[in-house]
């Protein structure tokens, strides 16, 4: 069992950066596949950006590609997600979730574990 609360969610102007971050507990952590996901207002899920279990592998939404960056911290059982150059269009909430499967994961129904997620509001 994993569990995952998101943090680091909030108001931020077009523009203005935001860092969010997952933390994690289970033991096995390290040898999860992680992602961020979000769902805007009205909106279905989407895939934001993903890492594989050793940090050695990343992918991106296209949206997001060039202005988020997603990291992970096996010791410390976190995983961040670096939001620049916000733009109103990353309203949302943002989950974070964990796969069984160690590559990079680009599809939800592949994650196994789920956060309850943080909301991010980008002003214009």
């Known amino acids: 069992q994993v569990l995952l609360v998101e943090s680091g969610g909030g108001l931020v102007q077009a523009g203005g950066s935001l860092r969010l971050s997952c933390a994690a507990s289970?033991?096995?952590?390290?040898?999860?596949?992680m992602g961020w996901f979000r769902r805007a207002p009205g909106k279905e899920r989407e895939f934001v950006a993903a890492?594989?279990?050793?940090?050695?592998?990343?992918s991106y939404a296209d949206s997001v590609k060039g202005r988020f960056t997603i990291s992970r911290d096996n010791a410390k059982k976190t995983v961040l997600l670096q939001m620049n150059s916000l733009k109103p269009e990353d309203t949302a909430v943002y989950y974070c979730?964990?796969?069984?499967?160690?590559?990079?994961?680009?599809?939800?129904?592949?994650?196994?574990?789920w956060g309850q997620g943080t909301e991010v509001t980008v002003s214009s």
């Open positions: 979730a964990a796969s069984k499967y160690t590559i990079v994961v680009v599809t939800a129904d592949m994650y196994n574990y």
């Open positions: 289970g033991r096995t952590f390290s040898t999860y596949g």
């Open positions: 890492i594989n279990w050793s940090g050695g592998s990343t």
